[in-house]
């Protein structure tokens, strides 16, 4: 089983600019409206449903305590006597595309336990947050954290009466994650002692050998670490709605990765020993390196090969990898340019000698999650 460490990924927008959640301030109605855009959530949120889903005005508040009551009372019997027309959403709205059908709250402006405070004589912002809420046995929901939905008013005071008019609303849907280290992990897995190697070059994602998941192995095995997605769909997973490559990878001697003394295997896209890591990384592959495998970075990378190696008197060895995340639509590209860096990819014929100091990622967190595995060394 493997588990993760940590994931920071947000897209906030899909193609066209389209944003998952379409928030309109309607001030002549009093209302704000929040619509799930189908072209986004069909090509960048597939595996998400809505229905269950609830918007509330207070940040705390994170789950309903009835899912199935579609009230203030759902959320928590403190709340009974609130007004919101819109807990969960309607399933009857229409997206900016004219798709019908669409889930939707109509929410009128302080309802809902709604936040709003007046930044200045002009702007009023107003707060709603969005939450996943999972019935028993759901663990779709998983995939994404709450999303803050701000309204920003601006407005004059007439004299006459001194009512509040809204003259311009700026929707400002906030930055969320979506979850992708819940549904994608690593496993270690083995080939058949004695199996056949590959006498010509072999073009991934055809494999060199077969391999079957393993608990244990000996020195000189031939290995896979191999990317697993979780996302228990019919139609789409993780791989489908977005490319992921993995991009570094170590194996040390505890459960969590120590850069400075873990055995670097694949390093940028690249396998750091080229006679025992695999596949050669190249868009013009010669099929001489470890199992004539070969890649040329234009698809995403779900697994590497490798021989087994140990360290002296270890029993159990950890792998660490790093996976870069993109958008489907720049698979072609996403594995050609480095994490660290972002500069092209380019791999040597050498060896690598060891593992070097890599400067601390910043900008780069966006698209990275990690993953991790074990195995048990026997001594032959």
Partial sequence: MGTTQYSHIAYEQCDNSR??????????????????????????????????SFVWGDESVTSMSDATNNSPAGISSEYSNVVCDTVRPNLDGVDSDGVMNRPQWIIELNQCNMESNMQHENLTEYHMYWNQNPLPGDVIFGLMDQVKITCQAKHFMEHLNEAVTIEYVEVEPMEFEFKVE??????????????????????????????????????????????????????????????????????????????EEDLVLWSEFCPAFTSWVGPESSATGTGTGYLKETWDQASSLHSIHFRQVNFPDSTTVYFHCELKVCKNSEETTCSTTELDSDEPVTCGSNNYSGPSSRRKRESQTLKTISVSTQIAIGGN
């Fill in 19 to 52: 944003g998952l959640f379409e928030v309109q301030c309607m001030p002549e109605d009093n209302e704000m409206v929040i619509t799930i855009n189908d072209a986004c959530h069909q090509q960048r949120f597939k595996g998400l449903s809505f229905d269950y």
């Fill in 182 to 259: 819940n549904y994608v992990s690593l496993e270690i897995r083995k080939a058949d002692q004695g199996a056949s190697l590959p006498i010509a070059a072999v073009a991934y994602p055809i494999k060199p050998l077969s391999y079957t998941p393993a608990t244990s192995a000996n020195i000189g095995d031939h290995m896979e670490l191999a990317l697993v997605d979780g996302l228990d769909e019919s139609e789409d997973g993780m791989f489908d709605l977005y490319a992921i490559s993995i991009a570094n990878c170590w194996m040390g001697k505890t459960e969590t990765l120590n850069e």
